[in-house]
């Protein structure tokens, strides 16, 4: 159980254009999903949590008019990288949270890695 | 500031037990450590989550002192699959999910 996808696994696209991720959770229904965004040989840095119906909150310094964030369902969000630059190259994981509280467990998924050249 | 720290590589061999501390000194007070193990370019994957004391399940223990300023993931008799980077997960007040830098641990044969 517990199992979280992302589609495209990876994806290579121009600078200037726009990429969607998607991330779905395919057992459970998650109320709380949250995007990171890891570059190599580093941590996960959070993006931002995205509760089902409401609007993302972004951490500081994550521009929410680049990185758009949708969650219209208990299991898909969507993260839109938007004009892409090759600073935005990394390595984009999505997790699912069944519960609303920190305490419940948060369920990654593989990984989408965007290349923008 | 709430920070956590890990050390950032680890060795060990087939068979040994391996523990890897966390040091996180300011977290909210009722909310899980939870750890992952990452392989490259996966995400990462739930290995167990405590609140206090002593936690263990079918692939690890952790334990929490009373103090929770700290947490050990212990992996007994590694094996070399078990070569991945290891990461704390923590929540500070205010309810920010904070990860540790990592740990890399090699093991060898």
């Known amino acids: 159980g517990a199992v979280v996808s992302q589609h495209p696994s990876w994806v290579i696209c121009k600078s200037g254009t726009s990429v969607k991720i998607e991330c779905r959770s395919l057992?459970?229904?998650?109320?709380?999903m949250f995007w990171y965004r890891q570059f190599p040989k580093q941590s996960l840095m959070l993006m931002a949590t995205?509760?089902?119906?409401?609007?993302?909150?972004?951490e500081q310094g994550v521009e929410k008019d680049k990185f758009l964030i949708n969650h219209a369902s208990l299991t898909l969000s969507t993260l839109t990288v938007t004009s892409a630059h090759p600073e935005d190259s990394s390595f984009y994981i999505c997790?699912?949270?069944?519960?609303?509280?920190?305490?419940?467990?948060?369920?990654f998924g593989p990984g989408t890695r965007l290349t923008v050249l | 500031l709430a920070k956590t720290t890990q050390p950032i590589s680890m060795d060990s061999y087939e068979g040994q037990e391996v523990n890897i501390t966390c040091s996180h000194n300011?977290?909210?007070?009722?909310?899980?450590i939870t750890w992952y193990q990452q392989f490259p370019s996966q995400g990462p994957r739930f290995i167990i989550q405590?609140?206090?004391t002593k936690v263990t399940n079918e692939v690890a223990s952790l334990f929490i002192p009373a103090d929770r300023k700290s947490s050990t993931l212990s992996l007994p008799r590694v094996s070399l699959s078990d070569t991945a980077v290891y990461y704390c997960?923590?929540?500070?007040?205010?309810?920010?999910?904070?990860f540790g830098q990592g740990t890399e641990l090699s093991v060898k044969p």
């Open positions: 405590g609140y206090k």
């Open positions: 057992d459970f229904q998650a109320t709380t």
């Open positions: 997790s699912a949270r069944a519960g609303a509280s920190s305490t419940d467990t948060q369920y």
């Open positions: 300011n977290i909210a007070t009722n909310d899980y």
């Open positions: 997960l923590v929540v500070i007040p205010g309810g920010k999910l904070i």
């Open positions: 995205s509760n089902e119906g409401s609007k993302a909150t972004y």
